[in-house]
């Protein structure tokens, strides 16, 4: 079962499709994981990407399509894939249909992960990452015990330059205007499900299972 998860920065997207991976047996890919290693690695599509993350642009395209077909066509991907990050165009998603034709596969579901922008905002204006590990801590709904300071190995706790004021609007600009046109694109497939992301972890991550089986067995 192949499944997009579409939802905005702050949305809980993340978490949830980590969750939803694991229930379902399926392989997580979370297109910022694939960047970040890409950099890491220093490759040429690494190198290419990190030009455009530093200014808070989207990556184009062709850098994006290829690193997520060199990914899927591994064999941890056979069972499933749940695409986390990805598509964000609608070019995306039409390059990505056409690939996993070639492929005998297809997208069965695309979910999208609703929140309200007013609480997108004020989540990730609140958000910080410790220096050592990357644990996520947010100062208005999950303060550190210490101010500053990682509860889990006292490193100290900053905050990433794309979660930051300028670069939030810029980003849940692009959301709102770009991204969430998909949902027009995979409901004129007969593909899209609405969860209510305003509400706790564990019961989007049964509304996320709950409707995602009852899509399976309608169109099964
Ligand atoms: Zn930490």
Same mark, same amino acid.
């Given at each position: 079962?192949?499944?997009?998860?579409?939802?905005?920065?702050?949305?809980?997207?993340?978490?949830?499709?980590?969750?939803?991976?694991?229930?379902?047996?399926?392989?997580?890919?979370?297109?910022?994981?694939?960047?970040?290693?890409?950099?890491?690695?220093?490759?040429?599509?690494?190198?290419?990407?990190?030009?455009?993350?530093?200014?808070?642009?989207?990556?184009?395209?062709?850098?994006?399509?290829?690193?997520?077909?060199?990914?899927?066509?591994?064999?941890?991907?056979?069972?499933?894939?749940?695409?986390?990050?990805?598509?964000?165009?609608?070019?995306?998603?039409?390059?990505?249909?056409?690939?996993?034709?070639?492929?005998?596969?297809?997208?069965?579901?695309?979910?999208?992960?609703?929140?309200?922008?007013?609480?997108?905002?004020? =989540? +990730?204006?609140?958000? %910080?990452?410790?220096?050592?590990?990357?644990?996520?801590? *947010?100062? !208005?709904?999950?303060?550190?015990? @210490?101010?500053?300071?990682?509860?889990?190995?006292?490193?100290?706790?900053?905050?990433?330059?794309?979660?930051?004021?300028?670069?939030?609007?810029?980003?849940?600009?692009?959301?709102?205007?770009?991204?969430? =046109? +998909?949902?027009?694109? %995979?409901?004129?497939?007969?593909?899209?499900?609405?969860? *209510?992301? !305003?509400?706790?972890?564990?019961? @989007?991550?049964?509304?996320?299972?709950?409707?995602?089986?009852?899509?399976?067995?309608?169109?099964?």
């Amino acid at each position: 079962m192949n499944i997009i998860l579409i939802g905005a920065q702050g949305s809980g997207k993340g978490t949830q499709a980590a969750m939803l991976a694991q229930s379902l047996g399926i392989r997580h890919i979370a297109s910022g994981d694939l960047f970040r290693q890409a950099i890491d690695a220093q490759n040429d599509l690494g190198m290419q990407a990190k030009t455009y993350i530093e200014r808070g642009d989207l990556v184009p395209d062709n850098i994006t399509v290829r690193m997520i077909l060199d990914r899927i066509e591994q064999p941890d991907c056979a069972a499933g894939v749940l695409f986390d990050g990805f598509p964000r165009t609608i070019a995306q998603a039409e390059a990505l249909d056409s690939e996993l034709v070639h492929i005998g596969r297809q997208i069965d579901v695309t979910v999208y992960l609703s929140v309200p922008r007013e609480v997108l905002l004020k =989540r +990730l204006s609140g958000r %910080y990452i410790c220096r050592a590990n990357q644990h996520v801590y *947010n100062i !208005n709904t999950r303060p550190p015990k @210490v101010a500053g300071i990682c509860d889990l190995d006292g490193s100290e706790l900053y905050q990433r330059s794309d979660d930051r004021g300028e670069a939030v609007q810029k980003r849940l600009d692009i959301f709102f205007n770009e991204t969430l =046109r +998909l949902t027009d694109y %995979y409901a004129a497939q007969h593909k899209l499900e609405e969860i *209510n992301g !305003n509400q706790g972890i564990e019961q @989007v991550h049964e509304a996320l299972v709950r409707q995602i089986r009852e899509h399976r067995d309608t169109t099964a």
